[in-house]
């Protein structure tokens, strides 16, 4: 089932609400704590879980264990799985050291860059020449890539990344790349995000002055 981007990434975020429910010592839930957790109408919970067969009970709500098994399935993350990263940058080695990852089912398996000096074949998460990345994709059949280069570079690399078999793509540079075929992009523009943030602090503080 393919639906729209609003409704998983919701989906994304009552699972992470489920768990710190459940670290709360909850065992049932209802669609008023999780609109509560996450800030949407109780009605938008049950349309959610509704467009993938997950009804709950009234009186007795939803099980906690099992929601989080069911939206995991969803989301894909019952099963590992592998990424690979272009670029060890900044983002690129922020996201290498991230310990985030294993907990919610992501393996970074291997970094590409085409700096020499960079290079660590033995290393826990292995940093390799640029031009090795098609045969580690289909070797490890792996279908997900992070871009974390220049943008000079981001298009050509999300060509390569096509090119080897990847399916979806996580896009740091701050451009829209041009996408060929079935593959997904998600763009992550950091700078426009932090200017967002900037100008809604900005107008707050004007509008307590006035």
Same mark, same amino acid.
């Given at each position: 089932?393919?639906?729209?981007?609003?409704?998983?990434?919701?989906?994304?975020?009552?699972?992470?609400?489920?768990?710190?429910?459940?670290?709360?010592?909850?065992?049932?839930?209802?669609?008023?704590?999780?609109?509560?957790?996450?800030?949407?109408?109780?009605?938008?919970?049950?349309?959610?879980?509704?467009?993938?067969?997950?009804?709950?009970?009234?009186?007795?709500? *939803?099980?906690?264990?099992?929601? !989080?098994?069911?939206?995991?399935? !969803?989301?894909?993350? &019952?099963?590992?799985?592998?990424?690979?990263?272009?670029?060890?940058?900044? !983002?690129?080695?922020?996201?290498?050291? *991230?310990?985030?990852?294993?907990? &919610?089912?992501?393996?970074?398996?291997?970094?590409?860059?085409?700096?020499?000096?960079?290079?660590?074949?033995?290393?826990?998460?292995?940093?390799?020449?640029?031009? &090795?990345?098609? &045969?580690?994709?289909?070797?490890?059949?792996?279908? !997900?890539?992070?871009?974390?280069?220049?943008?000079?570079?981001?298009?050509?690399?999300?060509?390569?990344?096509?090119?080897?078999?990847?399916?979806?793509?996580?896009?740091?540079?701050?451009?829209?790349?041009?996408?060929?075929?079935?593959?997904?992009?998600?763009?992550?523009?950091?700078?426009?995000?932090?200017?967002?943030?900037? *100008?809604?602090?900005?107008?707050?503080?004007?509008?307590?002055?006035?």
């Amino acid at each position: 089932m393919i639906t729209n981007k609003s409704c998983i990434i919701r989906l994304s975020r009552y699972k992470n609400a489920l768990y710190r429910l459940r670290a709360l010592g909850f065992v049932k839930v209802f669609s008023d704590n999780l609109a509560d957790a996450i800030g949407v109408l109780p009605s938008q919970v049950r349309k959610d879980f509704s467009l993938f067969g997950i009804s709950g009970n009234k009186r007795g709500g *939803y099980q906690v264990d099992s929601l !989080i098994e069911k939206l995991n399935t !969803i989301l894909g993350k &019952e099963q590992t799985q592998e990424v690979i990263i272009a670029g060890l940058g900044n !983002i690129g080695n922020a996201l290498m050291k *991230y310990k985030g990852f294993e907990k &919610e089912g992501l393996k970074i398996s291997a970094c590409f860059d085409i700096d020499s000096t960079k290079y660590s074949r033995d290393s826990d998460i292995p940093v390799l020449p640029l031009e &090795e990345m098609k &045969e580690f994709v289909r070797a490890k059949r792996i279908k !997900i890539g992070v871009i974390a280069v220049p943008d000079i570079a981001a298009q050509s690399v999300l060509d390569m990344m096509t090119a080897c078999g990847i399916k979806g793509v996580l896009n740091f540079a701050p451009l829209r790349l041009r996408a060929s075929g079935d593959i997904v992009v998600n763009n992550v523009n950091l700078e426009l995000e932090l200017e967002n943030v900037i *100008y809604f602090v900005n107008a707050q503080e004007k509008t307590k002055v006035s």
